[in-house]
């Protein structure tokens, strides 16, 4: 009788064990992140001292974080929120695993200060974006119309 009690003990603790296995192989948290950044670019600024920036991450491995911006345009680049219409300076961004992290108008965002110059539409802004996982990312903004809306290209 107690062999099998001890056997039948041993067949859960696998049962579970191999489940538990199961479990994590499907949750990506071994897997690196790979970021691809689209859809970026740059309004117009009005004014010669400060800009915004947008774009779009889309990680299809690990979680990540966005922790700083550089750029040859400022050596001022803040990273910013927008909650409940009330813009919010922010030391990081979670990359979600198998997810996006969006910066659009009137959402996140990137704040150029004290430029070098003011881009013109039709310029590229060379962008360097660090993460805590995969390093620098380069890419380059185009500079857009003040009122470039990127879901109709205009």
Known sequence: M??????AAALTIATLALA???ADSSANTSAKPELKVTGAYMPAPSMDSMAAGFFIVTNSGSA???TSVTSDLSDDITLHSTKDGTMEEEKSFTVPADGTLDFASGGNHLMFEKLTHRPKQGEKVS??????KSGTVKISMPVQSATYNPKTGH
Request: proline share 0%; with cysteine; aromatic share 6%.
């Open 2 to 7: 107690r062999h099998r009690r001890t056997g």
């Open 20 to 22: 538990g296995c199961g």
């Open 64 to 66: 990540d974080t966005l």
């Open 127 to 132: 962008v360097a974006l660090h993460f805590a």
